[in-house]
């Protein structure tokens, strides 16, 4: 580099930093050999600071504002000489530009399940996506802990490392909140702000605080949302006889408009007489061969499933008992009218009187003893 270059360096005096790339973090100010002229002006801006290290040292952190580099407004400079031709002796020194603002619109998911017992499903596996936003808080610390001598630090770098925290908690604040996975959606909100207080704790280690977490989404295996989309479709159908029947009847209709011709007309003939006969309960008509065999009767419906009672007396429950157990209460007395039960699919706590299928068990009373 000759003189006039060195010269014409040691005159800039002002240091300042703008950025448009809405990404970095930290950005060095870079200068031939680290020198910045004695007296320079520093220029920090809104949403910034600037970290001053001198001779591998963090000196100082200003905040916005402009500064006069001295010695006089820093103390941690002690001994400067004079130039021969007029110049002060340049800082050896290196200035950062840290960004204070939020960098927004981050991602984090889990990468493996997360497994937890859940109250109804019992042992499961969930998976969870969302964003977060990220800010530094200290600077001097985020330099010192995270960046290191870095001379451009950009949020993807940092982000890997959050990430993996936010797993790490979001497995152990939703393993042990008890809430069921089906009401995890009403419940997002609740669980980003504790997620978000949970990882500002370890997060502050670097400098870095999370002022919003939010979670997208909260979802099951592939197989356990297959199982459940039956079971709700099940719901939906209601009748499973009336809904084969239509089935049946939908793909008469296919076959009929398709290229099968008589053939197809008389295949729905033939089924259609066929589902008549077991709607109807009739005989089937005789073919050319013989009458035809009647179509087996449909298999009888399952047994209703028997109920077993749970009882709640001064705050305490007890139970399950059957029905032939709380009659034998009934008899002897530990079971009233005004008694609290509760069995599988009751909508809360009820009197016994209250309930059709043990309020018979009031009604049915014993003869007086002989002599009373």
Same mark, same amino acid.
């Given at each position: 580099? +000759?003189?006039?270059?060195?010269?014409?360096?040691?005159?800039?005096?002002?240091?300042?930093?703008?950025?448009?790339?809405?990404?970095?973090?930290?950005?060095?100010? #870079?200068?031939? +050999?680290?020198?910045?002229?004695?007296?320079?002006?520093?220029?920090?801006?809104?949403?910034?600071?600037?970290?001053?290290?001198?001779? +591998?040292?963090?000196?100082?952190?200003?905040? $916005?504002?402009?500064?006069?580099?001295?010695?006089?407004?820093?103390?941690?400079?002690?001994?400067?000489?004079?130039?021969?031709?007029?110049?002060?002796?340049?800082?050896?020194?290196?200035?950062?530009?840290?960004?204070?603002?939020?960098?927004?619109?981050?991602?984090?998911?889990?990468?493996?399940?997360?497994?937890?017992?859940?109250?109804?499903?019992?042992?499961?596996?969930?998976?969870? !996506?969302?964003?977060?936003?990220?800010?530094?808080?200290? *600077?001097?610390?985020?330099?010192?802990?995270?960046?290191?001598?870095?001379?451009?630090?950009?949020?993807?770098?940092?982000?890997?490392?959050?990430?993996?925290?936010?797993?790490?908690?979001?497995?152990?604040?939703?393993?042990?909140?008890?809430? $069921?996975?089906?009401?995890?959606?009403?419940?997002?909100?609740?669980?980003?702000?504790?997620?978000?207080?949970?990882?500002?704790?370890?997060? @502050?280690? !670097?400098?870095?605080?999370? *002022?919003?977490? !939010?979670?997208?989404?909260?979802?099951?295996?592939? #197989?356990? #949302?297959?199982?459940?989309?039956?079971?709700?479709?099940?719901?939906?159908?209601?009748?499973?006889?009336?809904?084969?029947?239509?089935?049946?009847?939908?793909?008469?209709?296919?076959?009929?408009?398709? @290229?099968?011709?008589?053939?197809?007309?008389?295949?729905?003939?033939?089924?259609?007489?066929?589902?008549?006969?077991?709607?109807?309960?009739?005989?089937?008509?005789?073919?050319?061969?013989?009458?035809? $065999?009647?179509?087996?009767? *449909?298999?009888?419906? &399952?047994?209703?499933?028997?109920?077993?009672?749970?009882? @709640?007396?001064?705050?305490?429950?007890?139970? $399950?008992?059957?029905?032939?157990?709380?009659?034998?209460?009934?008899?002897?007395?530990?079971?009233?009218?005004?008694?609290?039960?509760?069995?599988?699919?009751?909508?809360?706590?009820?009197?016994?009187?209250?309930?059709? #299928?043990?309020?018979?068990?009031?009604?049915?009373?014993?003869?007086?003893? &002989?002599?009373?």
């Amino acid at each position: 580099m +000759g003189i006039l270059d060195f010269l014409s360096g040691q005159l800039i005096d002002v240091i300042h930093w703008t950025d448009d790339t809405r990404d970095t973090m930290v950005w060095r100010f #870079e200068r031939e +050999g680290h020198e910045i002229k004695y007296g320079a002006k520093l220029t920090v801006r809104e949403g910034q600071a600037a970290v001053f290290v001198h001779e +591998g040292q963090l000196a100082d952190v200003f905040t $916005p504002g402009l500064y006069m580099l001295e010695t006089n407004n820093m103390p941690v400079l002690t001994s400067l000489q004079h130039w021969d031709h007029g110049f002060r002796s340049p800082f050896k020194s290196e200035i950062y530009f840290v960004s204070t603002a939020r960098f927004t619109d981050l991602k984090w998911g889990t990468k493996n399940p997360v497994m937890l017992r859940d109250p109804e499903f019992g042992p499961t596996r969930l998976r969870a !996506y969302g964003t977060y936003t990220v800010k530094v808080t200290d *600077p001097g610390r985020f330099l010192t802990e995270i960046v290191g001598t870095d001379g451009e630090f950009t949020r993807d770098e940092v982000s890997f490392q959050i990430r993996n925290v936010i797993v790490q908690e979001f497995s152990r604040i939703v393993a042990g909140s008890g809430i $069921p996975v089906l009401d995890m959606a009403a419940n997002t909100a609740e669980l980003g702000k504790l997620l978000a207080q949970g990882i500002s704790e370890t997060i @502050a280690e !670097y400098g870095l605080t999370m *002022p919003e977490l !939010y979670i997208e989404n909260i979802s099951l295996p592939a #197989e356990v #949302e297959k199982a459940m989309d039956r079971r709700t479709s099940m719901g939906v159908v209601g009748d499973i006889g009336k809904y084969t029947q239509f089935q049946a009847a939908e793909a008469l209709g296919r076959a009929e408009s398709g @290229a099968g011709g008589a053939m197809a007309q008389g295949l729905g003939a033939g089924l259609g007489l066929s589902m008549a006969g077991r709607m109807t309960g009739e005989a089937q008509p005789a073919g050319p061969w013989g009458p035809r $065999p009647q179509a087996a009767a *449909p298999p009888p419906p &399952p047994p209703p499933v028997e109920h077993v009672w749970h009882v @709640a007396e001064n705050g305490q429950t007890h139970g $399950p008992y059957s029905k032939a157990r709380m009659g034998r209460m009934v008899t002897d007395g530990a079971l009233t009218r005004e008694s609290y039960v509760w069995t599988q699919g009751q909508d809360g706590w009820k009197r016994a009187e209250d309930v059709t #299928e043990l309020a018979q068990l009031f009604t049915v009373m014993p003869p007086p003893p &002989p002599g009373a």
